[in-house]
């Protein structure tokens, strides 16, 4: 193997060994021979048949289309600073040259990107990865910011190496505390953003005949990390009724309401909306 290729922290998703880039940059490789190529959007699609659920997993691209036109607006970015906010606080605590940051469900790369940019302003060095099992939301992405590493995978599986990174992100996706354990270093922080008991209440209103307000408590399901603190992020939007419908689109929500209260959803010309979430900050312990 060529000497000049330079290492990643990416492993194979076949065999588990470490993935190195070609100096071409059309593919990556592992020491079995297992080659994964560059798409010209630039990310790389580590998700195999067996990590799959369906044929084209994770979110659409009428989905992904909606979420980029209403963040892009936006919207949610009152979210994204104070996340960004969170994650520079605690990794000031625990210094490095160079911290390696992961977004796991990182769909378009909305608040990624935002992360890097504001990291960027302070003069801080970071490398940033980016993780979702949606091929239409990494493509975006990979098109969108060519600065951070773009990978189709899965978050039960995560195609990175022990203990490489400094922080993990992961804003309303589903994970395995496990696999985030195993990927963390010693240390790291993990931020998980998941909505309150408002968060779309009014929406949820209309389109559902009844609500159910499940407060979503997150704890840390073993020993190996520290709850150290959560900060709820808690404001309105009005939205127009083209706006209504593209954050419905980007929920789960959209396919679980019936054609009838979609209809019902559409008739609002305007509508404020309640954004209501909770931010968690978990610890790594050092291992003894």
């Known amino acids: ?26 593919t ?22 067996n990590q799959k659920r369906s ?37 000031n605590k625990h210094y490095r040259d160079k911290v390696n940051i992961m977004d796991l469900g990182c769909g378009e790369g909305y ?6 940019n504001y990291m960027d302003e302070k003069n801080i060095n970071a490398n940033y990865y980016g993780m979702d099992v949606s091929k239409e939301a990494v493509k975006y992405a990979g098109k969108t910011n060519k600065d951070c590493v773009w990978a189709v995978g899965n978050n039960f ?32 922080i993990f931020i998980r953003v998941l909505p309150r008991t408002n968060h779309l ?18 704890k840390a399901s073993d020993e190996d990390n520290e709850y150290v603190e959560e900060s709820n992020v808690t404001f309105e939007i009005e939205l127009n009724n083209e706006e209504i419908l593209s954050l ?22 305007s509508l404020v909306i309640t954004i209501d979430m909770r931010i968690g900050v978990f610890q790594k312990k050092i291992d003894n």
């Open 1 to 26: 193997m060529n000497n000049n290729f330079s290492n990643q922290l990416l492993l194979c998703p076949v065999c588990k060994e470490n993935l190195i880039k070609d100096t071409s940059n059309k």
């Open 28 to 49: 990556y490789k592992c020491k079995s021979n297992h080659t994964y190529d560059i798409a010209k959007e630039g990310y790389v699609n580590l998700l195999i048949s």
């Open 55 to 91: 044929k084209n997993p994770g979110d659409s691209k009428e989905m992904v289309l909606a979420r980029i036109d209403f963040l892009s607006k936006g919207y949610y970015k009152k979210l994204s600073d104070k996340i960004n906010e969170k994650i520079v606080q605690y990794l």
């Open 111 to 116: 608040y990624l990107i935002n992360l890097k």
């Open 157 to 188: 599986n995560i195609p990175t190496s022990d203990k490489s990174m400094d922080c993990i992100l992961s804003v309303f996706s589903p994970i395995d505390i496990d696999e985030c354990n195993r990927v963390l270093k010693d240390d790291g």
């Open 201 to 218: 209440i009014e929406l949820r209103n209309i389109i559902y005949s009844e609500v159910h307000l499940n407060e979503k408590i997150y």
């Open 248 to 269: 419905l689109k980007m929920t789960p929500h959209y396919w679980k309401s019936t054609p009838e209260n979609k209809e019902k959803l559409d008739s609002y010309e």
